[in-house]
């Protein structure tokens, strides 16, 4: 049992302290989790580390279970250097610095934007995090190559049952020149 909750975090056994899992009326998930620190030398001086109590908790979006959301309450451990008078906070084990959802979400997120099925809407739902945080990672990882518009374009429309949002007709643009389709059809839009 303890093996699918160190996996469910992503943590070795060896870096958890202690785990308590609630679920509250909402049927939202909160695991606030105690981790051990590594911390030994200052990064700066490399002198000893004291304890130093414990920085503010931070809030971590975590969903791999498909039908469960839940939150990870996270207090990191604070040390201060007697050599060089830093503090120094511990590191985030659950994501990168800067960022309030797990590398495991950001993994779902990413696997999800490959579904051309899947809507931004569908995939925040999904992933409990919200539409302009989605795109904000599809627009920042997510490089497609620009395809060069031709000179002369035509534009007309198509009857296709493939429309996802209940339209019957498909955008499409045409190479006026090679009287060819180009490479993308966009949006599908309501008759």
Known sequence: ?????????????????????????????????????KESDCPYCHGPLISHGFSRERK????????????????????????CKHTITEKNLFTFPGFNISYLTMRQIMLDLKKP????????????????????YFDSYVHVPKQPLPENIGIDEIHSDMSKYGGSYLLVIVDNDKRQTCRYITESFKT
């Open 1 to 37: 049992m303890y093996d699918f909750i160190t996996s469910l975090f992503n943590l070795d056994e060896n870096q958890i302290q202690s785990i308590d899992i609630i679920e509250d009326d909402s049927h939202l998930f909160h695991a606030y989790i105690q981790t051990i620190p």
């Open 60 to 83: 971590i979006t975590h969903k791999v279970l498909t039908d469960k959301n839940m939150i990870i309450h996270w207090k990191p451990h604070r040390f201060f250097c007697k050599h």
């Open 117 to 136: 099925n899947l809507s931004y809407k569908d995939i925040a739902l999904r992933n409990n995090v919200s539409i302009t945080q989605v795109i904000r």
